[in-house]
């Protein structure tokens, strides 16, 4: 049984509707005044010297769209935006495929010391990054990796710990049952874990891909240390240096940052639902 | 007998088979790495050459003559006592908020969780344009209320404010965490208080907040780990370390001792001092567990 949370009186439920719209105004506002900006001309960004809010502070009259082609072409966002899309369809296809194998042979398979090696991948997880940074640099530009996409690619077919984790506990609520009928059919482990498990498990592995996904798109680290060629930086990236060499251009910044976000944010639309399950499942249990 | 163990070698194989690509990743990605960097921390190492051993120097000169060592380290330190704290109450509070039951709650739930998936270098660079002295949103909504808002991102106890604000805005990627705790508390702990006549305080007080316990302390956990490596908003935002160094957060120090000077024994002995900080921290946090997280109804 869940709970629902308590049933109110009228009074009460006004309140409430008050309360959250009014926090909704600070939870919207930077997006609305992203969009906004980046729709504006620059008299109506540098002449607002008189400080005064109106509608027309959030909602431009006319409309300046020559802003996104602008800022596309101060720098060259749809190339970043390839790349991008790029390094997304590599890592989530190799933390997806890696880190359900290795999430079977950790819930399905008896070995010899499989519970500490599950505690050290989850300890792993608190290892702060700068620890091993220095050293992985030196190993990846000692194989020649330095400026390639590699460093961001080949670490994603090792699986990740936290999806392991996810998908571990996901895969241990199927019944042993199944699987050992098919063993008794003669089917082999990987025969079990493709045709039986796999198909089980879309939930699981469509709550890792989607990650997987926004975590490659969000990055900024990992190119930052990594890529030197202009025409190979991701998006975040990009964003950055547009605002290190033409941070003054505010309305192209704006359009440049909305292009950025709005592909999370209709992702996410669409996704909601496995979104929010990945997320709760995660959460102390 | 030996039928048994020829099965048990076959499982093992066929487990350690399952688990290679984590074990590989493992070795050469985080354990290997994790080794030498300890060795590196006792080096002078420029990535170019090889590295050449001084002993414990790089660590006396951290703690002992760099004044930006303890710099950052505060800087990081308060980042951690006030962000992570305020953080889970806004989430826990926002939590509650959204666990009512109305119509439409959903909608709200959707707006709140959206601040936490804008990525945050887009975060950082919408931030510094609200927050624009002149002509920012921010500003302009407090001089219509008569006050004359700070140049937030260039005085000093300003800039860090503003990060934590920041901090703040994206607090919905947790709420979701205690949204999905509260939904897991059992409706016979509220039947039972409501028999002994438990006032809706009483019931947050004894119920709600006691069994919220293990997801709070959870998010306390990866709060503080994070926090200790709080990098990216501040390298956009104010990548020299801000006013008055005031948002010269350890990693970005790090960060630029390592990269910028190639100063990379040095960074390695930063990372090593940080990586002690937060296993101790972690240490104390996990003993104080017994005191006041409630496993199981």
Not at chain 1, 244 to 259: P, V
Not at chain 2, 33 to 53: A, C, D, G
Not at chain 2, 144 to 152: C, H, I, R, S, Y
């Amino acid at each position: 049984m869940t709970t629902d949370g308590p049933k109110l009186n009228l009074g009460s439920k006004v309140a409430t509707y008050v309360v959250l719209t009014l926090l909704c105004l600070p939870a919207l506002l930077p997006l609305v005044w992203m969009i906004s900006t980046s729709l504006k001309g620059d008299t109506q960004i540098y002449n607002a010297t008189d400080h005064g809010l109106s509608l027309s502070t959030l909602v431009p009259s006319p409309l300046h769209p020559e802003n996104y082609p602008d800022a596309l072409n101060t720098l060259p966002f749809l190339v970043y935006l390839r790349n991008t899309l790029f390094l997304c369809i590599c890592t989530v296809l190799g933390a997806v495929v890696s880190s359900a194998v290795v999430a079977y042979g950790f819930a399905k398979v008896n070995f010899t010391g499989k519970n500490t090696l599950f505690m050290l991948m989850i300890a792993t997880m608190a290892l702060p990054g700068q620890v091993t940074m220095i050293p992985v640099f030196s190993l990846y530009r000692s194989l020649g990796w330095y400026g390639t996409y590699l460093p961001i690619i080949v670490p994603a077919f090792t699986a990740s710990a936290y999806y392991v984790f996810l998908m571990t506990q996901f895969f241990r609520t199927i019944p042993n049952e199944m699987s050992e009928a098919a063993r008794v059919d003669g089917a082999g482990e990987w025969t079990i874990f493709t045709r039986l498990i796999l198909p089980l498990s879309k939930p699981a592995l469509a709550t890792c891909a989607l990650f997987q996904f926004i975590g490659t798109w969000n990055d900024f680290l990992g190119p930052l240390l990594y890529i030197n060629d202009p025409a190979k930086y991701p998006l975040a990236y990009g964003l950055q240096q547009f605002v290190t060499l033409y941070g003054g251009k505010h309305a192209q910044l704006m359009a440049a940052s909305t292009i950025f976000t709005i592909p999370i944010i209709i992702l996410f639309f669409f996704a909601q639902k496995t979104f929010i399950q990945g997320i709760s499942t995660t959460g102390g249990k | 007998m030996p039928r048994g163990n020829r099965d048990k070698a076959k499982q093992n194989l066929v487990g350690y088979l399952f688990i290679s690509p984590w074990l590989i990743g493992f070795i050469a990605f985080t354990f290997w790495p994790f080794i030498r960097s300890i060795y590196l921390s006792f080096t002078r190492y420029n990535i170019v050459t090889e590295p050449k051993w001084v002993g414990l120097a790089n660590y006396k000169m951290l703690l002992t003559q760099d004044e930006l060592f303890y710099k950052s380290a505060w800087v990081t330190i308060k980042y951690a006592i006030v962000a992570v704290p305020l953080g889970i109450v806004a989430g826990v509070a926002l939590a509650l908020l959204l666990n009512i039951n109305v119509k439409g709650m959903s909608v709200f739930r959707t707006i709140f969780y959206l601040p936490s998936i804008v990525p945050t270098v887009a975060t950082s660079v919408v931030f510094m344009w609200l927050l624009n002295p002149n002509i920012g949103l921010v500003n302009r909504i407090l001089a219509v209320v008569g006050v004359q808002g700070p140049a937030w991102l260039s005085t000093s106890p300003w800039a860090f404010n503003s990060l934590i604000m920041m901090a703040l805005w994206g607090v919905g990627g947790s709420m979701v965490i205690y949204l999905a705790g509260l939904k897991d508390i059992p409706v016979h702990l509220y039947e039972a208080a409501t028999l002994d006549g438990a006032s809706s305080v009483k019931k947050l007080r004894y119920v709600t907040l006691p069994m919220m316990t293990p997801v709070i302390f959870f998010n306390l956990v990866m709060g503080i780990i994070s926090a200790f490596q709080y990098f990216t908003q501040a390298f956009v935002m104010t990548p020299n370390g801000g006013p008055e160094d005031s948002t010269y957060f350890y990693s970005l120090y790090l960060y630029n001792r390592a990269w910028k000077y190639l100063d990379m024994g040095y960074a390695s002995a930063m990372a090593w001092i940080l990586f002690l900080v937060v296993i101790v921290l972690t240490g104390l946090v996990f003993r104080t567990q017994k005191k006041w997280v409630h496993y199981g109804g």
